[in-house]
């Protein structure tokens, strides 16, 4: 019977596509059910469109923003961008969203239950082979890094939405109870949503970044607004696609497109109650002031590795730095910026292994491809500035990509590595440079002694960002002392320390700042779409003996 079931679904699919046009064949064999476009055919002749969603439906707008193909400049897709004049249906969505969220402890428990199964089917659906596909390649289009890279950020949020099914989102919501001082009074701890909310984030990680965090924002009841870079948001586009079609409600959400301008004016006429934004510094703290400090962030990480003194997988922990510096050409907020290396390892061979490795990069399997905030000049610039320092040198890359047609409003330079002695990184007005954060490949590397530790302490404890780090050592006390004084959110330690990595297992986020966000974990979820809601519940009875007391 299934040989028989198997060969009338194949029968029935070759008439299909004979009857279909044949323009549409190749779409037919190549996009899920889903999807309205196809990573393989979207090109300028053929571009691709990315809408709007809003009170329950797709939208488009009066202004069409093309983006153009960081590999080649070509425009091939256009995006339908908000302006300030039409942010009124999204200003009235969120309105309809009480503080007290679309779903509560005490109110409609039943959507915990729903979103359990959206996300078992949301899972499912990413798990099929074409559909991680379809992401992986559409995430190569738009921000190009390697398959492996791609497919792996697809792995990882399929991975997420598999831990949060069935139970598991009621679970999040999960309240306590203390007993009272007399009968018929306790007081109940709960997780209370936000109700209206918004989401910002970046281009490097267009699918893993927006869909953890929106899930997270509705499995705790809350609606938000979400808002991706324009030059990679086709990716989220097509998976809210994908959830409608696993039963996400459609009033549960928004997706806007816009500048950075129309979607500030948004936030502040909607006043969403919280606003999580991934993103750059700079931009981070003019949100945190508009919006008058109701922000999470998870901001931009120049991000630090320090080698220990006991030297021994020597080819692994060079692989793991090119990985950490140079995957996704340095484009991860958790990308290796420092290496500050044990003297111990000078002679190990290191450098000239991370060298070797950094040349195995090529544009043509997009090992390294262009950088879509940082120019060629910009890099270049920054790297002969570091120059002018006594005794830096360049130690690998520090030249433009060649043959390539990557657009010059975009970056394209070789895996590069610049040392800097250490004595002259903490010197003033040496130290802003060093620890400016170059979102492209480039890292600068140190050397320091045992007595130098200290320096290499203090260099830590005066950066700013403090999202990831990585102490590679097994020396036990040499870890203590490290770990024990910094305070990088995310810090891997041992001898297969990284800086990169935000798998759904572990917390992701920065640490020493209030505002802090972390992605991933259901205490990251906890931490950023809820807050705390204490109720006492006083029934009585009364004492039967009460009288009135005296006026106190």
């Given amino acids: 019977m299934s040989r028989l079931l198997s060969r009338r679904h194949l029968a029935a699919a070759a008439a299909a596509r004979r009857s279909a046009p044949l323009a549409c064949v190749s779409r037919w064999l190549h996009t899920p059910s889903f999807a309205t476009v196809s990573p393989q055919e979207v090109s300028g002749s053929s571009p691709a469109e990315v809408h709007n969603f809003v009170q329950g439906s797709w939208t488009a707008s009066t202004n069409w923003n093309w983006i153009v193909d960081p590999l080649n400049g070509e425009k091939f897709i256009k995006v339908a961008e908000v302006q300030g004049t039409e942010i009124k249906p999204f200003v009235e969505s969120l309105s309809k969203c009480p503080k007290h969220g679309l779903h509560n402890?005490?109110?409609?428990?039943?959507?915990?239950?729903?979103?359990?199964?959206?996300?078992?089917?949301?899972?499912?659906?990413?798990?099929?082979?074409?559909?991680?596909?379809f992401f992986a390649k559409l995430i190569q289009r738009v921000s190009p890094k390697s398959y492996q890279q791609a497919l792996a950020e697809v792995?990882?949020?399929?991975?997420?939405?598999?831990?949060?099914?069935?139970?598991?989102?009621?679970?999040?919501?999960?309240?306590?109870?203390?007993?009272?001082?007399?009968l018929g009074q306790r007081s109940n701890g709960y997780r209370w949503p936000y109700g209206p909310v918004a989401i910002i984030t970046p281009f490097n990680f267009p699918l893993e970044i927006p869909l953890l965090q929106v899930m997270g924002a509705l499995y705790m009841g809350n609606k938000p607004v979400l808002k991706v870079d324009s030059k990679v948001s086709v990716v989220m586009e097509q998976m809210l696609r994908l959830l409608h079609e696993c039963g996400l409600p459609a009033e549960d959400m928004d997706f806007i497109n816009s500048d950075g301008i129309t979607m500030n004016k948004l936030l502040v006429e909607a006043n969403p109650k919280m606003t999580l934004f991934t993103g750059s510094s700079r931009v981070a703290e003019k949100l945190a002031a508009d919006l008058n400090g109701r922000i999470k962030l998870e901001d931009a990480g120049f991000d630090w590795k320090i080698l220990g003194p006991d030297v021994q997988e020597v080819d692994y922990i060079a692989w793991v730095c090119d990985q950490?510096?140079?995957?996704?050409?340095?484009?991860?907020?958790?990308?290796?910026?420092?290496?500050?290396?044990?003297?111990?390892?000078s002679s190990s061979g290191l450098l000239e292994k991370m060298k070797k490795l950094s040349e195995r990069r090529k544009l043509e399997d997009l090992t390294i491809g262009p950088v879509l905030t940082v120019t060629t000049e910009a890099m270049t610039e920054h790297m002969?500035?570091?120059?002018?320092?006594p005794g830096s040198k360049?130690?690998?890359?520090?030249?433009?990509?060649?043959?390539?047609?990557?657009?010059?409003?975009?970056?394209?330079?070789?895996?590069?590595?610049?040392?800097?002695?250490?004595e002259e990184i903490l010197k003033s007005g040496n130290f802003e440079l060093v620890t400016k954060e170059i979102f492209?490949?480039?890292?600068?590397?140190?050397?320091?002694?045992?007595?130098?530790?200290?320096?290499?302490?203090?260099?830590c404890e005066r950066m700013n960002a403090h999202l990831t780090a990585a102490v590679v050592s097994?020396?036990?006390?040499?870890?203590?002392?490290?770990?024990?004084?910094?305070?990088?959110?995310?810090?891997?330690?041992?001898?297969?320390?990284?800086?990169?990595?935000?798998?759904?297992?572990?917390?992701?986020?920065?640490a020493g700042d209030p505002r802090g966000a972390g992605i991933g974990t259901p205490e990251a979820i906890k931490l950023v779409w809820s807050c705390h809601r204490e109720i006492i519940?006083?029934?009585?009875?009364?004492?039967?003996?009460?009288?009135?007391?005296?006026?106190?």
């Fill in 324 to 345: 950490d510096a140079y995957a996704c050409s340095g484009q991860k907020c958790s990308a290796q910026s420092v290496l500050f290396m044990h003297k111990n390892w």
């Fill in 105 to 133: 402890p005490l109110k409609a428990p039943e959507r915990y239950l729903m979103y359990g199964d959206i996300s078992a089917k949301a899972a499912h659906m990413l798990g099929q082979p074409e559909v991680s596909d």
């Fill in 155 to 182: 792995q990882v949020s399929q991975k997420f939405l598999e831990n949060f099914c069935g139970d598991q989102v009621r679970f999040l919501a999960r309240s306590f109870a203390v007993p009272g001082n007399h």
């Fill in 537 to 552: 519940y006083d029934i009585g009875p009364v004492p039967k003996n009460w009288a009135l007391p005296s006026a106190t």
């Fill in 440 to 459: 492209g490949p480039f890292q600068v590397v140190t050397e320091y002694s045992e007595d130098q530790l200290e320096l290499v302490l203090e260099a």
């Fill in 384 to 389: 002969n500035n570091l120059l002018k320092i």
């Fill in 394 to 422: 360049v130690l690998f890359g520090g030249e433009p990509l060649e043959n390539h047609s990557i657009p010059k409003i975009y970056g394209a330079i070789k895996p590069t590595a610049v040392f800097v002695p250490l």
């Fill in 474 to 510: 097994n020396d036990p006390l040499f870890l203590q002392e490290v770990l024990g004084r910094s305070v990088n959110g995310t810090t891997y330690a041992g001898i297969r320390a990284r800086t990169t990595g935000a798998p759904q297992n572990h917390w992701f986020g920065p």
